[in-house]
């Protein structure tokens, strides 16, 4: 059996919805005063949640926190098999760290490009020209990339539109 099995690909349906109970996560972050990105890590069944992470700061990234949780509580084969959903295009250390966890599959609502596009060069958000797809090309794993999603992309990124401008 190989170390890496084919994963089932989630529906559009379900994507859409994992990405906007994402986005209920980045609301609550930004509602916190963090920025406003939120994570979901959820089970090959394509439905249960097993995990959920708002942003913390510029390094404790949504993502990246809800990986490492999840390495920790997951053994590796059965992260295979899951999806980290994510509001943003995870960067490259958020994508590394899905890598290193064995998450086989990753969908994100709005590109990082999109994403300067709205904040600029905002300080706090000095996004990298680094697409996720082009990290995990680079490694040994066949790990599947859904993103950007046009259907809720205008809702993910209004949170970001009025966070990165009041701040």
Not at 29 to 35: N, W
Not at 57 to 73: F, G, I
Not at 82 to 110: F, K
Request: net charge negative; hydrophobic share 40%; charged share 15%.
């Amino acid at each position: 059996m190989s170390l890496y099995p084919q994963n089932s690909a989630p529906s559009s349906a379900s994507i859409e919805k994992q990405l906007l109970r994402a986005n209920d996560i980045a609301l609550a972050s930004m509602s916190a005063g963090r920025h406003p990105f939120g994570a979901t890590l959820v089970a090959p069944d394509h439905e249960t949640v097993l995990l959920t992470q708002g942003n913390i700061d510029s390094v404790n990234h949504a993502e990246s926190t809800l990986l490492r949780a999840a390495a920790a509580r997951f053994d590796a084969s059965y992260l295979w098999g899951c999806t980290l959903y994510t509001t943003v295009e995870p960067c490259a250390m958020c994508t590394a760290t899905a890598y290193w966890a064995n998450v086989g599959t990753i969908a994100y609502g709005v590109s990082e490009k999109a994403l300067l596009d709205c904040t600029g060069a905002h300080p706090e958000n000095p996004t990298m020209d680094l697409p996720c797809r082009d990290v995990v090309s680079r490694g040994q794993k066949p790990i599947s990339v859904y993103g950007p999603i046009d259907a809720v992309q205008e809702t993910l990124l209004a949170p970001h539109t009025q966070f990165w401008r009041a701040s």
